[in-house]
């Protein structure tokens, strides 16, 4: 059973930085083999992606909102996935999750598509 566990979420204030993480564990699969993706959903909005890795490559994928901002990196030997945030804006505020699909064709505008979800980290910016 694949399990994901998100950390590193709290409270900030604007302009402030912080770094998500999220532990992958349980698959038979590498953390490369997925592709990963943080997903955010503030209380009376729909769940949006954020940032993605995607599998077999390319560039990271970010929410116009994020980019320049958030930098989404992963680490294969600690199966860990990372979320970097810095210039936080009070719009930042939500809970946080990581997410895992093994197909390639996945994507942020398709949350409901994606297997595997944590629990979430919330982060506040004030």
């Known amino acids: 059973q694949v399990q994901l566990v998100e950390s590193g979420g709290g409270s900030v204030q604007a302009g402030g930085s912080l770094k998500l993480s999220c532990a992958v564990s349980?698959?038979?699969?590498?953390?490369?083999?997925?592709?990963l993706a943080w997903f955010r959903q503030a209380p009376g909005k729909e769940r949006e992606g954020v940032a993605g890795?995607?599998?077999?490559?390319?560039?990271?994928d970010y929410a116009d909102s994020v980019k320049g901002r958030f930098t989404i990196s992963q680490d294969n030997a600690k199966n860990t996935l990372y979320l970097e945030m810095n210039s936080l804006k009070p719009e930042d505020t939500a809970m946080y999750y990581c997410?895992?699909?093994?197909?390639?064709?996945?994507?942020?505008?398709?949350?409901?598509?994606?297997?595997?979800w944590g629990r979430g980290t919330q982060v506040t910016v004030s």
């Open positions: 997410a895992l699909d093994l197909h390639v064709g996945v994507r942020l505008a398709q949350p409901n598509y994606w297997s595997y």
């Open positions: 349980g698959s038979g699969y590498k953390l490369s083999d997925y592709s």
């Open positions: 890795i995607y599998k077999r490559g390319g560039v990271p």
